[in-house]
Nanobody, 129 residues
């Protein structure tokens, strides 16, 4: 059974940084894509960044240049490094997994909230002064 466990959330001031981690078990990390999604109060869940099994990466426009997704296969962990955070980044962040293969620009589709098959429980990120 695939399990995803997020950690690393917390409270930070604007301009600060956090690194989220997603520990993956029950599946070979090389064989799945992993995405980070977020949901702010009163808003729909949105894709933030996705990393396909073949290495394609997608970032939402709102986080380009500030967030970096990466994967450590040996540790079975996917990370989301978040820099220069602002209050609009406040949300519950979820990691999610998808077995399908996305090639080239199709990686954007992987970051649709309807696509992932498995979800973590979420971790809260709060950015405020």
């Amino acid at each position: 059974q695939v399990q995803l466990v997020e950690s690393g959330g917390g409270s930070v001031q604007p301009g600060g940084s956090l690194r989220l981690s997603c520990a993956v078990s029950g599946v070979n990390l090389n064989h799945i894509g992993i995405g980070w999604f977020r949901q702010a109060p009163g808003k729909e869940r949105e894709g933030v960044s996705c990393l396909s099994s073949n290495g394609n990466i997608y970032y939402a426009d709102s986080v380009k240049g500030r967030f970096t997704i990466s994967r450590d296969n040996a540790k079975k962990t996917v990370y989301l490094q978040m820099n220069n955070l602002n209050p609009e980044d406040t949300a519950v962040y979820y990691c999610a997994a998808d077995r399908r293969r996305y090639v080239g620009s199709a990686i954007q589709a992987m970051c649709l909230p309807s696509r992932p098959e498995w979800w973590g429980q979420g971790t809260q990120v709060t950015v405020s002064s």
